[in-house]
């Protein structure tokens, strides 16, 4: 009996010991939970998120619904920051999850991405007429929501960090400019903003697999990748040649800010013939590639924000 008991035990020490293991672990995203956010985002019934369209309304209420969900906080009264374009209402979300270190939690990171996009064509093809915006951007929506969903379920960010989706990007960077704006006005201890656009689709011929827009303004990709342990982040000269840096919603932050500020993409348009087309579509984008990116995403982005000092700088210019 005691030799039992002994055994029992230690059997049960073994199987906790193994538990707690495992709970420090990265928890990773399936294919199928990017594709379900994707999907729905990119479905014809949202009619291309449009800004100011029933569409964009309800793929807001999907993203409040995901961060209620993983109990990722409103960072404002509620999950909504309004602005106007013109007459028309359009909002960004913007949920917060507050560090866990007294002093760290002081500093903030931003992941953001925007989920609106062009709405309907005025030419159909083949009948078409939605810009379904799948690539552009319901993925790097849905790498910004498995962010927060990850990070809520850790509970073990020391920086605090700010989960916001941008509208009206396709009207010239409107979302990103009034929240940067906003949160300047309000003295926000930024830290540094990591922002996600294009991720749907993977290159086929680098020695990297994303990569970070003003490549040389900073040290963002050498750091994040030495918490991904592996070159994970990249220089596409394609992206520095269009000028991407100041063609996304990283950019207000980086001007209000003067702090690194830069976009995380595996998409410099040499690799997708849709770019603003109807044929954007959910079923098209690559979800192995997706998840996996996350995935490795995610071990940089939680290096970063835990370390101990602000290991991101700008480059001497
Ligand atoms: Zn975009």
Do not use: W
Not at 5 to 20: D, H, Q
Not at 40 to 49: I, K, M, Q, T, V
């Amino acid at each position: 009996m005691k030799r039992i008991s002994i055994i029992v035990l230690l059997a049960f020490t073994i199987i906790v010991g193994c538990k707690k293991k495992e709970d420090v672990k990265p928890i990773t995203v399936s294919s199928e939970y990017v594709k379900e956010i994707v999907t729905y985002l990119a479905s014809d019934a949202l009619e291309g998120r449009n800004t100011g369209s029933q569409g964009i309304e309800e793929a807001a209420n999907y993203i409040e619904n995901k961060f209620k969900d993983y109990g990722v906080k409103p960072y404002f009264d509620t999950y909504r920051d309004d602005f106007k374009i013109d007459s028309l209402d359009a909002f960004n979300v913007v949920g917060f999850l507050e560090g866990t270190d007294p002093k760290l939690k002081d500093e903030v990171v931003i992941i953001g991405a925007h989920y609106d996009h062009i709405g309907r064509r005025a030419k159909p093809v083949e009948g078409d007429s939605i810009g379904n915006g799948a690539n552009d951007n319901a993925s790097g929506t849905s790498v910004v929501i498995a962010m927060a969903k990850n990070f809520a379920a850790r509970k073990n960010n020391k920086r605090s960090v700010m989960f916001a989706l941008f509208s009206g990007e396709e009207m010239g960077l409107r979302g990103s400019r009034h929240l940067a704006e906003r949160l300047k006005n309000e003295n926000l201890n930024l830290y540094t903003m990591v922002n996600f656009e294009m991720l749907g689709v993977p290159f086929p011929d680098r020695d990297y697999q994303v990569f970070a827009t003003g490549y040389d303004l900073s040290n963002m990709a050498e750091v994040l990748n030495k918490y991904a342990g592996n070159k994970l982040v990249g220089k596409s000269d394609e992206a520095a040649k269009f000028n991407l840096f100041k063609r996304s919603d990283n950019y207000a932050f980086y001007q209000q800010f003067k702090m690194p500020a830069q976009t995380i993409s595996s998409c410099d348009l040499t690799n997708f013939d849709f770019y603003h087309h109807v044929d954007d579509e959910a079923d098209i984008m690559d979800y192995n590639h997706m998840a996996s990116a996350i995935n490795n995403l995610f071990p940089a982005m939680e290096g970063m924000i835990n370390a101990p000092t602000q290991e991101i700088k700008m480059n001497d210019e």
